[in-house]
């Protein structure tokens, strides 16, 4: 069976012989300058300054950002990996990771983490294992996230709710969102949407969580099912909006304009609902209910090398410090993400004094680590077309989350062979 490869059979093969060729790469005043690809601008005032203290501290290196939106990023990537112009230094997800990582495009940096001491041990140890691929260190975490619930406080006023807290369950949020639908005002309970799933099924499910365990999808385990189940029980009731009504106004958007009173969503999104008048007033965050146990996801980006940069060396150098505790304390006070480095995030909780974001990082502890493989969005992008009838409304999400279980194990399987 034919393998997926992320540049094709006829680049991939001469690409890697290319990545083992090490150059001088500095500039004609003896000055090196690494390229540095992201792809958030709210990020980009707090990595200036984590630069500007970068270069300070090693004067005959500069870096430049390299700024490209979200929607490309990744297509511009892979174009640039093929030209031999990509970033000399990258962010990474666990989304694409093992695939650029299998394709040997990464630069390896287990000896470099052990020869400089780098404090990776400082970091949630999901994190630093999310980075690595059979055995190899290619990626330094730099920050992380995990889900909340927000809930709109003055719509819970208006209904005489509690606010929600650590002792709620799902049962709990259910009934809440009952009593806060209001049909006159078409303001709903929660927000079920389909579209950030993959992350939210160890959540509701609470088993061992929705994971790749022996290369098996866990859609088709029967607790995952009674997880969906309770969610497209709301949206049949009309507790939560319809996937169909979401299409042009997600959950967020939705909570963003006080039409949910509840949602889930990331702590990388607190800067943004900050940003909205009314959040900033009355918005609250609480952990994620408990289920059958106490879960959330842990996602974080990290900082990946381009294994054909002919300027390894300082970009090295540049990984290490992105990795230690100055430069996660400049990135935890820009108020943008959570630094990963373990006793920096102070300053991201004070920087919102509105809102109890201490909630996001007490759940670290018991998190779960965004599922993944070599072709994650292969098998990921499968749910969609087949439980988006089930999140509209329409039923059916015993028999669609069993065969969404059954072709995500195909498409496993095929990476394997």
């Known amino acids: 069976m034919r393998r997926r490869t992320l540049l094709g059979g006829a680049v991939a093969a001469p690409l890697l012989a290319a990545c083992s060729k090490e150059g001088g790469g500095t500039d004609s005043g003896g000055?090196?300058?690494?390229?540095?690809?992201?792809?958030?601008?709210?990020?980009?005032?707090?990595?200036?300054?984590?630069?500007?203290?970068?270069?300070?501290?090693?004067?005959?290196?500069?870096?430049?950002?390299?700024?490209?939106?979200?929607a490309s990023?990744?297509?511009?990537?892979?174009?640039?990996m093929r030209g031999g112009t990509a970033p000399d230094v990258f962010w990474m997800n666990a989304v694409n990771f093992q695939l650029y990582a299998a394709n040997g495009v990464l630069e390896p940096l287990s000896g470099h983490v052990k020869a400089d001491a780098t404090p990776v041990d400082h970091h949630p140890d999901a994190l630093v294992k999310l980075y690595a691929y059979q055995g190899t260190q290619y990626g330094l975490p730099k920050d992380f996230d995990t889900i909340g619930l927000w809930y709109n406080k003055q719509l819970f006023d208006k209904a005489g709710i509690k606010y929600p807290d650590a002792t709620w369950t799902w049962d709990d949020v259910r009934d809440a969102a009952a009593e806060l639908t209001d049909p006159r005002q078409r303001v709903h309970g929660f927000a079920a949407e389909m579209d950030r799933q993959i992350k939210f099924y160890p959540t509701i499910c609470a088993a061992d969580g929705y994971v790749l365990e022996d290369g098996r999808s866990g859609f088709g385990d029967e607790r995952s099912i009674d997880g969906l189940r309770f969610l497209t029980d709301m949206v049949d009731r009309g507790w939560s909006p319809p996937q169909s009504a979401m299409v042009e106004s997600i959950g967020r958007v939705r909570y963003w304009s006080e039409k949910v009173a509840m949602n889930y969503d990331l702590s990388a999104m607190a800067g943004q609902m900050y940003a909205v008048p009314a959040l900033k007033d009355h918005g609250g965050i609480a952990v994620l209910p408990k289920g059958r146990r106490r879960a959330t996801i842990i996602h974080g980006l990290a900082n990946v090398i381009s294994a054909k940069s002919?300027?390894?060396?300082?970009?090295?150098?540049?990984v290490h410090f992105m990795a230690g505790r100055e430069a996660a304390e400049i990135q935890a006070e820009a108020g943008v993400t959570i630094s990963s480095y373990r006793g920096t995030q102070d300053a991201w909780i004070k920087s919102m004094p509105e809102f109890d974001l201490k909630h996001f990082i007490e759940m670290e502890k018991y998190a779960v680590p965004y599922p993944s493989s070599k072709n994650t969005a292969v098998w990921e992008n499968l749910q969609y077309p087949l439980l988006g009838a089930a999140f509209s409304g329409k039923g059916g999400i015993e028999s669609a989350a069993r065969t969404l279980g059954e072709q995500m194990d195909r498409a496993l399987k095929e990476e394997r062979d």
């Open 31 to 70: 000055r090196t300058t690494l390229s540095y690809g992201m792809w958030d601008p709210a990020q980009v005032p707090g990595m200036e300054k984590i630069i500007s203290a970068f270069e300070e501290r090693n004067p005959g290196i500069s870096v430049r950002i390299q700024l490209t939106p979200w």
């Open 73 to 80: 990023y990744w297509t511009t990537l892979k174009t640039s």
């Open 310 to 318: 002919d300027k390894k060396a300082a970009a090295w150098k540049f």
